[in-house]
């Protein structure tokens, strides 16, 4: 299974701790994280399923590629990460 | 009066209370996050505050407990699969749906569309008729990269009807709880727009739409180049030539039980947006907007490039107190419905919203 990780700056609105789950691309990995706290899809992705434009996610050291599908491939051993994009403020 | 303000900043919640004839900031919520609304249910005390985070979207917090701790509720959201896949980028407005409808709460947002929830906040279903409505395709962003529902007037005679103002595109009236939607009656017009379509209902930017409680036919818009005012429920509006120093403005508040007294915040148009001369001034108008005082006292005269957004002035329920906050974090509070202003807090982050509870 694959290593989640949520960036830090994410833990201040919920909890959202390194976890494992199953699925073979982004979209799998995070639908199995998302219905164990259903809370944290809104904050990753906006009302039609797309990621934030804000948000970034990373399949290793790769930025996805399908910020609409999230069909990028994963693999047991890759680590999905879920960053914020820079922004000020 | 109101003992109580709620202010929606760029940087958290601030809770002001009155003690002993003084305003001091009681207590702080969600600090660093944006606020874009925020409402105090009469109903049954609950609160609610919006936020927009900048990178994690909209987002609802609901109080039961006065304030003291906040839940998350679901905020309203597009369905999925929608054409055009539109997704909220701002909860713009949150009004109650009147008292014979205790938890059910209206929301606007951007893009433009409006949502009921019937259970205090935990669901939401966006309203179809007005999302639906074909002169929506018109509608336009106004500084804001789409439309929106900026103000909702519910009517305290009968809450199924719903008077509402878009930024950009005009003003909706429903007398059906929405289920149905038509364009308010002309007298508005838009000098950005072609001079063939200056007088489109559906081309209005109606910065903020308020209606008097007590004489709920009469409605007052800060319209973005002008002043208009109804006394005919919205079937049709008058120009009001009267207002100084300028026409421009976001916000305006109309006294609860006189609906010829209401207050605006004039600045320098269009993307300017200061005050005129660096003055900030406060423009009230007692006899339906045939004339106006310019509201000086306490307020600053010089050097001043404050800016009150849409929903940063508030009038309290007694008409006396009003309260205006500004993009530069200086919140006023008046006790003589305008006539003398008071610094109640000066460096707070910039303040969105407004709201005495």
Same mark, same amino acid.
Request: charged fraction near 25%.
């Given at each position: 299974m694959a290593q989640v990780v949520f960036t830090a700056n994410l833990q201040r609105h919920l909890v959202c701790p390194v976890q494992t789950a199953p699925g073979n691309t982004v979209r799998g990995v995070l639908d199995h994280v998302f219905a164990a706290q259903p809370r944290l899809r809104s904050y990753i992705l906006d009302d039609q399923g797309r990621v934030r434009k804000h948000v970034a996610i990373y399949v290793n050291a790769d930025r996805i590629t399908d910020n609409v599908g999230l069909s990028d491939l994963v693999g047991d051993q890759d680590e999905v990460f879920v960053a914020q994009a820079l922004s000020g403020g | 009066m109101s003992e109580r303000l709620l202010i929606g900043t760029r940087k958290g919640l601030f809770d002001l209370r009155r003690d002993h004839d003084t305003w001091t900031v009681a207590g702080a919520s969600f600090l660093g996050d944006p606020i874009s609304m925020l409402l105090a249910d009469p109903r049954d005390g609950t609160l609610y505050a919006a936020q927009a985070l900048g990178h994690f979207g909209v987002k609802l917090q609901r109080s039961r407990d006065n304030g003291a $701790?906040?839940?998350?509720?679901?905020? %309203?959201?597009?369905?999925?699969? =929608? @054409?055009?896949?539109?997704?909220?980028?701002?909860?713009?407005? *949150? =009004?109650?749906?009147?008292?014979?409808? %205790?938890?059910?709460?209206?929301?606007? $947002?951007?893009?433009?569309? *409006?949502?009921?929830?019937?259970?205090?906040?935990?669901?939401?279903?966006?309203?179809? @008729?007005?999302? &639906?409505?074909?002169? &929506?395709? =018109?509608?336009?962003?106004?500084?804001?990269?789409?439309?929106?529902?900026?103000s909702i007037c519910v009517d305290p005679r009968r809450s199924d009807a719903i008077v509402i103002g878009v930024s950009t595109g005009g003003v909706w009236l429903t007398d059906d709880a929405g289920a149905s939607w038509r364009p308010s009656g002309g007298g508005m017009h838009a000098e950005y727009m072609p001079p063939q379509r200056r007088y489109d209902t559906t081309a209005q930017d109606v910065h903020r739409l308020v209606q008097c409680s007590a004489a709920p036919d009469t409605f007052w818009v800060q319209h973005h180049n002008g002043v208009f005012r109804s006394t005919d429920r919205a079937r049709s509006w008058q120009e009001v030539t009267a207002i100084r120093?300028?026409?421009?403005?976001?916000?305006?508040? !109309?006294?609860?039980?006189?609906?010829?007294?209401?207050?605006?915040? %004039?600045?320098?148009?269009? =993307?300017? &947006?200061? %005050?005129?001369?660096?003055?900030?001034? !406060?423009?009230?108008?007692?006899?339906?907007? &045939?004339?106006?005082?310019?509201? $000086?006292?306490?307020?600053?005269?010089?050097?001043?490039?404050? *800016? !009150?957004y849409r929903h940063a002035l508030d009038v309290d329920a007694s008409g006396t107190r009003v309260s205006m906050g500004s993009t530069t974090g200086h919140l006023w509070l008046s006790e003589d419905s305008g006539d003398h202003w008071a610094l109640i807090a000066g460096h707070l982050p910039p303040i969105t919203c407004v709201r005495f509870c």
């Open positions: - | $701790t906040w839940q998350e509720c679901p905020a %309203p959201a597009f369905p999925a699969g =929608e @054409a055009d896949a539109p997704s909220v980028s701002y909860l713009f407005c *949150l =009004e109650t749906a009147g008292a014979d409808k %205790p938890g059910w709460i209206w929301c606007g $947002t951007i893009p433009g569309g *409006l949502f009921l929830s019937k259970d205090h906040g935990e669901t939401w279903s966006l309203n179809d @008729a007005l999302w &639906r409505l074909p002169e &929506r395709k =018109e509608w336009m962003g106004g500084g804001f990269d789409d439309s929106g529902v900026a120093p300028a026409k421009f403005g976001f916000a305006v508040a !109309v006294h609860p039980n006189d609906p010829d007294t209401a207050w605006f915040v %004039p600045g320098v148009k269009d =993307e300017c &947006r200061i %005050p005129v001369d660096a003055k900030l001034v !406060v423009a009230r108008t007692r006899d339906g907007g &045939r004339s106006f005082d310019v509201l $000086t006292e306490g307020l600053p005269q010089a050097n001043a490039y404050d *800016l !009150v």
